[in-house]
């Protein structure tokens, strides 16, 4: 049973970040393939022994990202790094592509065992500081269907973080209807940036319109989890793993411990 499934049957599912080191070619590189490979199969272990659900290998220290998006090369690293994960674990893995979002569909289909993307631009024109996004949602549909990976879940942020409405008076339930009519099978709803709490209120608005599970995307903590899990179907957790909520440090094993503990009070 894949993780929608399981939300849907009423589950509380909690998926953790591997965030990778900078990927060959990015940036901030000057890690090996094998370093950046060795951390996130680290980083996915220790998850997967901490009691999460799922993961999401991505490359958020990439940044910051080009109009052209990531190169071929940091592409494939992806690509490479997320298999090995997904030999690594028993849990759920999915992939976020930052920076080449609609390859998502691509490498995950391509791999074995990958279950779902996480998709930021599903439905929403946004602005950020790599410029403006347009809606890939179609795209990503299209594409499913057409290679066959219908099998792929589509994980779809709506008015994301670290971005801002060109147009403020679209409201949240609109992204959520428009997300689920284009075809995703879950919504993923954020605070401001990385870090900062989901808003229950918002989670409870989208709820209210969505007929696919609200996944908590951002601030979700061990001194919120319960408030947080009382509203959204699952959550996606992040820098509260990690030593001073850097990215780029590994995931702490008694940080993760904690916050399943808590979850599952």
């Given amino acids: 049973m894949n993780i929608v499934e399981r939300m849907l049957k009423g589950e509380k599912i909690s998926i953790g970040m591997v965030h990778t080191l900078p990927l060959p070619g990015s940036f901030h590189g000057g890690y090996t393939l094998e370093e950046v490979t060795q951390r996130a199969v680290f980083d996915a272990k220790t998850l997967e022994q901490a009691g999460f659900d799922a ?15 990531i190169s071929t090369r940091q592409l494939v690293s992806l690509a490479l790094i997320t298999q090995k994960v997904r030999e690594a674990v028993d849990i759920a893995v999915g992939i976020d592509v930052c920076g080449r ?20 631009s599903l439905v929403d024109v946004r602005i950020g500081a790599d410029g403006i996004s347009q809606p890939n949602g179609a795209e990503a549909v299209w594409l499913r269907k057409l290679i066959g990976a219908e099998h792929v879940k589509i994980l779809a942020d709506i008015q994301v973080k670290h971005t801002f409405a060109l147009q403020e008076s679209i409201a949240i339930e609109d992204s959520a209807v428009w997300a689920v009519t ?7 709803v954020t605070g401001l940036s990385t870090g900062l709490e989901t808003s229950v209120e918002t989670m409870r608005r989208v709820k209210k319109v969505s007929a696919v599970p609200v996944i908590a995307g951002s601030g979700v903590s061990p001194k919120n989890v319960k408030e947080q899990y009382e509203v959204c179907d699952g959550a ?18 008694s ?7 808590k979850a599952k009070q």
Wanted: charge should be negative; aromatic fraction near 4%.
């Fill in 55 to 69: 993961l999401i290998v991505e490359n958020v220290n990439d940044g910051p990202f080009l109009p052209e998006g």
């Fill in 101 to 120: 979002q609609s390859a998502g569909i691509e490498v995950a289909s391509l791999l074995n065992g990958v279950d779902f993307i996480r998709l930021s």
């Fill in 182 to 188: 284009t075809g995703c099978d879950a919504l993923i």
């Fill in 236 to 253: 996606i957790i992040g820098s509260c793993l990690k030593k001073e909520g850097n990215l780029l440090n590994p995931i702490d094993a």
């Fill in 255 to 261: 940080l993760a411990a904690e916050f399943i503990r």
